[in-house]
């Protein structure tokens, strides 16, 4: 998420010396944390631009399906906001790019697409088991689903999304225009029962929801909500109590999710929080796991500015995230260790944690200009796999959303320019200290 209010003045500059990211599309963004160790992307996808004449096109969120038949042929899936869901080859070329829906009536918002995950082994009944693309569409408030088929390589991705499906949390239709809808998204499956599940949270609140994925005997797919959980929205510290400022009537959301599939337990990314884990059927109570630097710090939301204006900071906070807490995504490494990736949006860099080790922080890196493409700063989605990928990324790979691409050629840098990074997952866990 790009947020739209900033911490004023007392929150510019933090302890650390970082200095906070407020930059618009019509300015360069200011630099990140330049202290940690660099990374390269070997690939980039297209530029996408939030505007009419990009099609209202957003780079959000990745995830990675892997090919168990044809690893170099794994693609990269890329939400596009209202451009929809995009396919990509390795080298960052576009395979395939699947529409978002239109709006239902005039006064309706249309589709939205933000996070996306992937669910293996899905039976239909046509006897097969697929893989399929779950998508959070904002916009409408649904759950969407699209099957994998490697063997068609210009078209990949079905949509088999039943046409019934209900909303995710609004209970009419007139609330989803509000746009407190479903957001971020992370999948899983039972080991013991089987079923599969679909985790989401929703738009300006502290909301999680399980729904369990059904497939219709039509073969499409559908779901029904099975529970929610609402994380805090106030804290208590040694001062006392604190709330994340917010704009009026809006809770302190959640986006980022990942599911570690051995322990059943979700790591979530409240975004002015931190980090927080939870068994995945959302039956226990949540553990947080990191703080953002931000934490503690008290702020009042400003109506004629639009900003929360900041005070002191009275050193409550973590030492390793910036607000706003984005992405996350659980990878193995080589050692057999587990370890899970945050992107820390508000100073451009990842902080990665050995869930195999108590969660230990481990190091940070950041993706940086190179000979291949530009770096990538103010992150939303990312994902990981340590899976060979061919000889394109024979080492794993991570991808990483990047919020400030480099303008296209021809274009003035005026209009909001996103993609995605490709880097070497072996760069990525070298720069952040895992040996």
Not at 132 to 147: N, P, Q
Not at 192 to 199: A, H, T
Not at 278 to 292: G, I, K, N, W
Not at 399 to 404: L, T
Request: charged content about 25%; hydrophobic content about 35%; proline content about 6%.
């Amino acid at each position: 998420m790009h947020r739209r209010t900033r911490l004023a003045a007392g929150l510019a500059v933090l302890a650390t010396g970082l200095t906070a990211a407020t930059a618009t599309a019509s300015t360069p963004p200011l630099p990140g944390n330049h202290s940690v160790a660099p990374v390269y992307a070997k690939a980039e996808t297209r530029a996408l631009f939030d505007d009419d004449a990009g099609g209202n096109s957003n780079a959000d969120d990745p995830a990675i399906w892997y090919n168990s038949a044809r690893p170099g042929s794994s693609l990269v899936l890329g939400t596009a906001k209202e451009g929809g869901l995009d396919v990509y080859r390795l080298d960052g070329s576009l395979v395939q790019s699947l529409p978002a829906p239109a709006a239902p009536g005039t006064d309706s918002a249309p589709g939205r697409f933000n996070n996306v995950d992937v669910l293996t082994g899905v039976r239909f009944p046509d006897g097969k088991r697929s893989d399929v693309a779950v998508v959070t569409d904002r916009g409408r408030d649904r759950i969407r689903f699209y099957r994998i088929d490697g063997s068609r390589p210009g078209t990949p991705l079905t949509d088999v999304t039943d046409t019934a499906v209900p909303r995710a949390f609004a209970a009419t239709e007139a609330e989803v225009d509000d746009q407190y809808t479903a957001y971020g998204t992370a999948v899983w499956r039972d080991q013991d029962s089987g079923r599969s599940y679909v985790l989401a949270s929703r738009r300006h609140a502290p909301d999680l929801a399980l729904f369990e994925v059904r497939v219709t005997g039509s073969g499409t797919v559908t779901y029904k909500k099975v529970r929610t959980l609402t994380l805090p929205s106030t804290f208590r510290t040694p001062g006392g109590t604190w709330s994340p400022c917010q704009d009026p009537g809006d809770g302190p959301q959640i986006e980022g999710l990942a599911v570690d599939a051995d322990e059943e337990e979700v790591y979530i990314g409240q975004e002015d929080v931190g980090v927080w884990k939870v068994d995945a059927d959302l039956d226990d109570e949540p553990e947080l796991v990191d703080r953002t630097r931000q934490f503690g710090i008290p702020a009042v939301y400003d109506p004629e500015t639009d900003e929360c204006v900041a005070g002191s900071d009275p050193g409550y906070g973590g030492e390793h995230i910036t607000a706003d807490t984005e992405g996350v995504t659980l990878v193995r490494g080589p050692s057999g260790h587990q370890y899970l990736i945050v992107s820390s949006q508000g100073d451009y860099t990842y902080s990665v944690y050995d869930t195999s080790d108590d969660d230990e922080w481990t190091g940070s890196f950041r993706v940086a200009p190179g000979a291949v493409a530009d770096g990538s700063e103010e992150t939303d989605g990312i994902a990981a796999t340590g899976r060979a990928l061919g000889t394109a990324f024979p080492n794993g790979l991570f991808v990483a959303q990047d919020g400030y691409n480099a303008p296209a050629s021809g274009d003035d840098g005026d209009r909001t320019d996103t993609n995605y990074k490709l880097v070497d997952l072996s760069d990525v866990l070298r720069a952040a200290g895992v040996r």
